[in-house]
């Protein structure tokens, strides 16, 4: 069974940081992208940033400047560091992978359970 398994998040007064991290785990042939999605209460899921084909990088204008993706691909882990935070950032941060399980033939979407980020203000 392939699973994403998130670590991090919390609370930080606006202005601080927090990072995320997310590992993939199970048999694994090929990851297409994997980065981290939000939703904040009353709001659709978005996307925050994402590593594609393990190298480039795609990020919501939102955080652009102040977000940072990063991967480790041995250890097929993402992360996500998290500058200057402001109170629209909080939500519950979410990693997702599109990649394709040694069970598979193709390419599947795969969701972390999800992990609070609260920002005061």
């Known amino acids: 069974q392939v699973q994403l398994v998130e670590s991090g998040g919390g609370l930080v007064q606006a202005g601080g940081s927090l990072s995320l991290s997310c590992a993939a785990s199970?048999?694994?042939?090929?990851?297409?992208?994997m980065g981290w999605y939000r939703q904040a209460p009353g709001k659709q899921r978005e996307l925050v940033a994402q590593?594609?084909?393990?190298?480039?990088?795609d990020y919501a204008d939102s955080v652009k400047g102040r977000f940072s993706i990063s991967s480790d691909n041995a250890k097929k882990t993402v992360y996500l560091q998290m500058d200057s935070l402001k109170p629209e950032d909080t939500a519950v941060y979410y990693c997702?992978?599109?990649?394709?399980?040694?069970?598979?033939?193709?390419?599947?979407?795969?969701w972390g359970r999800g992990t609070q980020v609260t920002v005061s203000s």
């Open positions: 199970g048999t694994i042939v090929s990851i297409l992208t």
């Open positions: 590593i594609i084909n393990g190298d480039s990088t």
């Open positions: 997702q992978a599109r990649l394709r399980p040694g069970f598979g033939y193709s390419y599947d979407n795969y």
